[in-house]
């Protein structure tokens, strides 16, 4: 069975400062792995994916994730978080052969503040 | 622009009656699309999987009765939500995917908030 964690219910950070949203996940085989962004009432928007290839992914909005195999992480990260990033971010893995059945995260909310 | 449609993006219906909800590919065939449920501060759980022309395959713990699933064409899809009850309020998303998207972002719709009184 696969699983997504994570561990962080809600991140505090800055305008200005460095933001990281930390994903772990426990599948087996080479799976997918997404980050999307949520806004209060309305659908997911895609952040960015890893498929296969170079290990840090570069996504919308400047943001960007790394894939780490041994510590089965995607961590999400921005340099400089936004005032305009506060929302809920979904970490989400999907199966090669199962391409859209997405499983989620339980969700972190950011906030980010003046 | 928008990939995919949802409508209506919020409902209010009386206990006991039913609300269907729509999904439209906008940009492509979509010979699958995925609906999603997602209550107040949680995930999303994926409740079933929709294929055009063939029966919804619904996940361990949906009732396939309750949540009546048509995808008729290659770019609808229609989620009926029947006899409703306040336990049934929730936010519900549908995800789009078809031929030559492989490997593509999934597209989400804008969601619907259906609240049963």
């Known amino acids: 069975a696969q699983s997504v964690a994570q561990p962080e219910d809600q991140v505090n950070v800055a305008e200005g400062n460095p933001l990281t949203v930390k994903c772990t996940y426990s599948?087996?085989?080479?799976?997918?792995l997404f980050w999307y962004v949520q806004y209060p009432n309305r659908g997911l928007q895609f952040l960015l994916k890893y498929i296969t290839g170079d290990n840090l992914v570069k996504g919308s909005y400047g943001f960007e994730a790394e894939f780490n195999k041994s510590q089965t992480s995607f961590h999400l990260k921005k340099p400089s978080a936004l005032v305009s990033d506060s929302a809920l971010y979904f970490c989400a893995v999907s199966q090669p052969d199962s391409w859209g059945k997405l499983q989620f995260g339980a969700g972190t909310q950011v906030v980010v503040t003046p | 622009g928008a990939v995919v449609s949802q409508h209506p993006s919020w409902v209010i219906c009386k206990s006991g009656t039913s609300v269907k909800i729509e999904c439209r590919s906008l940009?492509?065939?979509?010979?699958?699309m995925f609906w999603y449920r997602q209550f107040p501060k949680q995930s999303l759980m994926l409740m079933a999987t929709s294929n055009e022309g063939s029966k919804a395959t619904y996940e361990q713990g949906v009732e396939k009765d309750k949540f009546l699933i048509n995808h008729a064409s290659l770019t609808l899809s229609t989620l009926t939500v029947t006899s409703a009850h306040p336990e049934d309020s929730s936010f519900y998303i549908c995800?789009?995917?078809?031929?030559?998207?492989?490997?593509?972002?999934?597209?989400f719709g804008n969601g619907t908030r259906l609240t049963v009184t």
């Open positions: 599948v087996s085989g080479n799976p997918y």
């Open positions: 995800s789009v995917y078809g031929p030559g998207q492989e490997n593509s972002p999934l597209h």
């Open positions: 940009d492509f065939q979509a010979t699958t």
